[in-house]
């Protein structure tokens, strides 16, 4: 079983929808982070989280440290926001080891 | 743009033979960590670097290495190279040694044949 799991794997949704990707994790974790891949391949990071929630444009995280749950949410999707999304976390028992999901790999149409 | 760059952008070679992929972190970053990201085995973290000194390790191969130097720069040197050596190597960077956001650069695609 992987330490990080990410669902889905895949999401296709219409412009202007509202988009929730999940993140669950079985390890303790100092932090979470939420990247997102595009098509290029480069990587940006979009939240760090420790607790509670992040809102930046229309992109909101929220992570329950007693759930070992984040969710990454997108208002008013739109096609640019076409892209890999992914979940990596600060593994507390290993240091400063990231340890990531496999992704989700969303589209929106237009 | 992340402020941090990575050289070369891609790089072929043949299996056997010797890379070296270089990063440069932000200005002000001391931290400098490597990743792999392979079709297969998705994003994996190799080995984190603070202001010279290693600091953590992940999933690094032996025949894997690297540094980082007096102004910062880091090197992730791969020898003996396979052809599951092929993949994307990014760098990132970070100012402080605990887990502050980190920054990523372009990535260099590696293909051996």
């Known amino acids: 079983k992987n330490e990080v799991e990410q669902s889905p794997q895949n999401l296709t949704a219409q412009e202007g929808e509202f988009i929730t990707i999940n993140c669950s994790y079985s390890?303790?974790?100092?932090?979470l982070h939420w990247l997102q891949q595009h098509p290029g391949g480069g990587i940006v990071s979009l939240f760090m989280?420790?607790?509670g929630k992040k809102k930046h444009g229309r992109l909101i995280a929220t992570i329950n440290i007693q759930e070992k749950h984040s969710s990454l949410h997108i208002t008013a999707s739109h096609p640019r926001d076409s892209a890999v999304y992914i979940c990596?976390?600060?593994?507390?028992?290993?240091?400063?080891?990231?340890?990531f999901g496999a992704g989700t790999i969303l589209r929106v149409k237009s | 743009d992340s402020g941090v760059t990575q050289t070369p952008k891609h790089l072929i070679t043949a299996t056997g033979q010797r890379v070296t992929l270089r990063c440069s972190p932000r200005?002000?970053?001391?931290?400098v960590y490597w990743y792999q990201q392979s079709l297969d085995q998705g994003l994996q973290f190799l080995i984190q670097?603070?202001?010279?000194?290693?600091?953590a390790k992940g999933n690094i191969l032996e025949r894997f290495s690297a540094q980082q130097f007096p102004d910062l720069h880091s090197e992730l040197n791969l020898s003996s190279l396979e052809l599951g050596d092929s993949a994307l190597y990014f760098c990132?960077?970070?100012?402080?040694?605990?887990?502050?956001?980190?920054?990523f650069g372009p990535g260099t695609r590696l293909t051996v044949l």
């Open positions: 670097y603070y202001n010279g000194e290693e600091r």
């Open positions: 990132a960077s970070s100012h402080g040694l605990e887990y502050n956001e980190q920054f």
């Open positions: 200005s002000g970053d001391l931290s």
């Open positions: 989280l420790s607790s």
């Open positions: 390890v303790g974790i100092s932090a």
């Open positions: 990596a976390v600060k593994w507390k028992e290993y240091g400063n080891k990231l340890v």
